[in-house]
């Protein structure tokens, strides 16, 4: 094995490479699905209450090694005027809230009055995960009508689309009077892994999708009426349509970023140290194949995008002729990492990162328990201020590159919006709320405190943090922040979040892309819609041999019998 020389964090880091990420094996989604086969997790419904038109309740009765929980979903008519995938909605197709041990009646009368008017409502620390969704306008009803006429839909519409219903919201961690994220690693440690109960969530809505599908196809009033192909079951996901709600996330926890992004360059570091044979070398030229054809799939009207999708596919048609030519002597791995910075757009060498991974299972899976973290900041009163600056110039001096004194560096700001419920993006001297603006602007924030600390230093050489901090009080929460992180290497994004120009899609796509969601479709600068699960085993796989080879799903070629016969249900 050659030496491991992890990625600069110059480099990691960077927001515009952050924001060209895919899933990959440490993705939440993919560990949550080998955990709950390793385990073998029983999921079944305990009650299943839903009328013809596919209304009423459910309830999955979720048995783990460890503790016991319930996910009780509510459907109901929602006129489709009334349909709104924003988070300001106050009616859906379904919600749900995911609950601690078995539900009884009392119980699931009082969670049928409160769920489904989500934060309008009342639940408590029994519940994980508080969640809603609607149905897909495109697909649901022209689906249910092929099926009960018994033919099956064309998976090139299905790729299109790729779910039947999609999330809106999946709140946990406290948020409306769920339990916190303490709680969850104490007594359910099934879950203790970054946003496993949501992600379990978002799986189980995917099934009851496909199951409340089929209990409406089959009706009296239908006797053609068939499943459907259960190849296409499995290629069909969850949707999920996200905004500048996620953007804040990493800026707000980076030592929980530095953890993440920390445990995937340590693994890709070993990759690239790992030894080179012909037999991997073909596997990655097939895995490429898959992920270009899975590219070639994603449905967008996005230019941007769009744009960087055949930048994509360009880069990886000549990477692919390569591996399969008579010029291809690839000794390393890091020869070819090399090759990819030179050469390739930052999508296509971060989908590298994703392929090259799959490879060497045993080297990325044990860091998938490694990926929590409590995430605190705090300093030491008494260290030098000098030790401050000093640490400032060391693991900051990324902060140097921006001039705030230019109007164009100053002229974003980040806001909360009481009457939309969710983050804004302002443009300063424009728009109203600069005044509580949130504190995203890290690398402003440093540069200030830098300056402070020289001042305070000119008058007093000897001077503590604490002395200083009693001085410049105002600097307290950037001082515990780089007192902190300034001894991790990925923490912090290397950017100006106020600058004029920023694309918080950039963050969102981070996240997301550790979350496991594949077909990112921008629909402006500030959200996006993707897919969650597609490709993933169905909850009836489970006991099954399994193969952990669902990434980058492309869409089924059926034959002329497939989907004729029943599916057995959960």
């Not at 927001?15 to 990959?24: A, N, Q, T, Y």
């Not at 769920?115 to 969640?131: F, N, T």
Request: a negative charge; aromatic letters at 10%.
């Amino acid at each position: 094995m050659s030496q491991i020389i992890l990625r600069p964090p110059a480099q990691a880091m960077d927001l515009e490479r952050l924001g060209s990420g895919f899933s990959s094996r440490l993705s939440f989604m993919r560990t949550l699905i080998r955990h709950m086969v390793k385990d073998q997790w029983a999921i079944s419904y305990s009650q299943f209450e839903l009328d013809q038109d596919g209304y009423g309740h459910v309830v999955f009765d979720i048995k783990m090694p460890h503790s016991q929980l319930s996910l009780v979903i509510f459907s109901q008519y929602l006129d489709p005027k009334e349909r709104n995938d924003r988070v300001i909605a106050d009616k859906w197709d379904l919600t749900m809230t995911l609950v601690e041990g078995e539900v009884d009646d009392l119980w699931l009368k009082q969670l049928a009055v409160n769920v489904p008017l989500q934060e309008a409502g009342r639940i408590d620390a029994r519940s994980l995960c508080l969640s809603r969704g609607n149905k897909s306008a495109r697909i649901f009803d022209t689906l249910l009508t092929q099926l009960r006429s018994g033919q099956q839909p064309d998976p090139k519409k299905l790729a299109e689309v790729g779910y039947l219903y999609r999330t809106t919201a999946v709140y946990g961690s406290g948020k409306f009077g769920a339990c916190d994220w303490g709680k969850i690693a104490r007594q359910h440690p099934d879950l203790a892994r970054p946003f496993s109960a949501e992600m379990l969530v978002c799986y189980l809505l995917r099934q009851f999708s496909l199951d409340q599908l089929h209990h409406m196809v089959h009706q009296a009033d239908y006797p053609n009426a068939v499943d459907l192909d259960i190849k296409l079951q499995r290629y069909l996901g969850i949707g999920n349509s996200t905004g500048l709600g996620m953007a804040p996330y990493l800026i707000n926890h980076p030592l929980l970023m530095s953890q993440w992004i920390g445990q995937r360059e340590q693994a890709y570091a070993q990759v690239l140290a790992e030894p080179v044979d012909q037999a991997q070398v073909m596997k990655l030229h097939a895995i490429l194949l898959q992920a270009m054809q899975h590219v070639r799939e994603v449905s967008t009207f996005d230019e941007w995008q769009s744009a960087n999708n055949q930048r994509l596919l360009a880069d990886t048609k000549d990477l692919s002729h390569w591996l399969v030519s008579d010029m291809c002597e690839l000794n390393d791995w890091r020869s070819l990492h090399e090759w990819a910075l030179q050469h390739y757009s930052l999508e296509t060498q971060e989908l590298l990162v994703s392929l090259l991974l799959e490879l060497y299972p045993s080297v990325v899976n044990p860091k998938e328990d490694l990926l929590a973290i409590n995430d605190s900041l705090t300093y030491d009163p008494t260290t030098s201020a000098q030790d401050l600056a000093d640490s400032i110039q060391e693991s900051y001096d990324w902060v140097f590159d921006y001039d705030f004194n230019q109007t164009e560096e100053n002229q974003t700001f980040w806001y909360y919006s009481q009457e939309k419920i969710e983050p804004r993006l302002g443009k300063t001297g424009v728009d109203d709320g600069v005044e509580v603006q949130m504190f995203l602007g890290i690398a402003k924030a440093v540069q200030a405190c830098h300056d402070d600390l020289l001042i305070a230093m000119e008058h007093s050489a000897d001077i503590s943090v604490a002395e200083f901090l009693l001085q410049k009080p105002i600097h307290l929460g950037i001082v515990n922040r780089i007192a902190t992180m300034s001894a991790t290497e990925y923490g912090e994004i290397r950017a100006n979040l106020l600058h004029k120009d920023v694309l918080p899609m950039h963050l969102l796509r981070c996240k997301l892309a550790f979350f496991g969601v594949g077909k990112f479709d921008p629909k402006s600068a500030l959200w996006v819609r993707n897919t969650m699960f597609q490709g993933a085993p169905l909850v009836t796989d489970l006991d099954h041999e399994f193969h952990d080879d669902w990434y980058f799903p492309i869409a089924p070629v059926l034959g002329p019998e497939d989907g004729r016969e029943k599916q057995a249900h959960v």
